[in-house]
T-cell receptor, first 116, second 116 residues
Framework: NAGVMQNPRHLVRRRGQEARLRCSPM?????VYWYRQLPEEGLKFMVYLQKENIIDESGMPKERFSAEFPKEGPSILRIQQVVRGDSAAYFCASSPWRSGGYNEQFFGPGTRLTVL | AQTVTQSQPEMSVQEAETVTLSCTYDTSESDYYLFWYKQPPSRQMILVIRQEAYKQQNATENRFSVNFQKAAKSFSLKISDSQLGDAAMYFCAYITVETSGSRLTFGEGTQLTVNP
């Protein structure tokens, strides 16, 4: 059973370009979370999605960032017109769904974005 | 809002010795989980240990154990018989169970060095 997969593992973009980060959840998981880790900091929540639905995007910057989790295919985190401050490691986690209680999140290896 | 604080940016320990990493948190909720994650240089997030708030017994996983003090909102990690492979960044994290599918809140991390 493959774990959470993220690609690319490393992404280099120039200022003003677009970055697309992909996350394939574990088999059977219908929930995806994105976290950002700035250099020398802990992970910060960005967005929580179910298939075709954004549940909580309270951690997303108001501009340039968007996320989707379509019915088919991976979840995509999209950053438009990247700036140097977007350089970070972006982690995806997935979880199964059980009503009530705690749904364990399994992390992918992360995508390290470098903006030149 | 929940917050997680790790007051030790760096710690070091001699191989085979014991080290304790500190974590405090703030929440008004009564039912939640606490975690310690390990992040080695590969950046993969690895779950080390988990504690349910309503369980009084401290969690233990082999050489890793926690000291959970709910009233004091303290959650420290003890690593016994430290090994070179334990060297990593360690993050304390919190999640509520009062809303299914919640986000993880992380501390800023403690960088652990193990000296041979």
């Amino acid at each position: 059973n493959a774990g959470v997969m993220q690609n690319p593992r490393h992404l280099v973009r120039r200022r003003g370009q677009e970055a697309r980060l992909r996350c394939s959840p574990m088999k059977g998981h219908s929930h995806v979370y994105w976290y950002r880790q700035l250099p020398e900091e802990g992970l910060k929540f960005m967005v929580y999605l179910q298939k075709e639905n954004i549940i909580d995007e309270s951690g997303m910057p108001k501009e340039r960032f968007s996320a989707e989790f379509p019915k088919e295919g991976p979840s995509i985190l999209r950053i438009q017109q990247v700036v140097r401050g977007d350089s970070a490691a972006y982690f995806c986690a997935s979880s199964p769904w059980r009503s009530g209680g705690y749904n364990e999140q399994f992390f992918g290896p992360g995508t390290r974005l470098t903006v030149l | 809002a929940q917050t997680v604080t790790q007051s030790q940016p760096e710690m070091s320990v001699q191989e085979a010795e014991t080290v304790t990493l500190s974590c405090t948190y703030d929440t008004s909720e009564s039912d939640y989980y606490l975690f310690w994650y390990k992040q080695p240089p590969s950046r993969q997030m690895i779950l080390v240990i988990r504690q349910e708030a309503y369980k009084q017994q401290n969690a233990t996983e082999n050489r890793f154990s926690v000291n959970f003090q709910k009233a004091a909102k303290s959650f420290s990690l003890k690593i016994s018989d430290s090994q070179l492979g334990d060297a990593a960044m360690y993050f304390c994290a919190y999640i509520t169970v009062e809303t299914s599918g919640s986000r993880l809140t992380f501390g800023e991390g403690t960088q652990l060095t193990v000296n041979p």
